[in-house]
């Protein structure tokens, strides 16, 4: 059986822009951008893991909200189940702590940068039906 996991992912808007984070060079699939969160730990909820991942990363407090999507991706080694969910920050301002750059990418440039695989889908949609930057 292959191996499956589950991670979460928060979608931040900040007007037509929305927040993103480059992976370190020392991680797997290094220099990628992603949307921001990571693994669930075992006996971890979901949503308190993105509040984690996101503070330990970020250096900010999110507001998890509803889940926005459910992506699968098979990767050659595993089976990745991602949770998206809707958030909004409520303290602090997003830093890089424990990722390699942070920044705030309008929603119809996300496809074009270097992307995990499994963000692809929803970047494009999340293009799809947003406005034209600088509208």
Known sequence: MRARKLVVAALVWEGTRILMSRRRADQAMPNLWEFPGGKVEPGEAPVAALAREVREELGCEI??????EAVFHAYPEFDLVMLVYAATI?????HAVDVAEVAWIEADQIPLLDLLPADYPLALALARSAPPAGR
């Open 63 to 68: 507001e998890v909200g509803g889940i926005h």
């Open 90 to 94: 409520v303290g602090g301002a997003p």
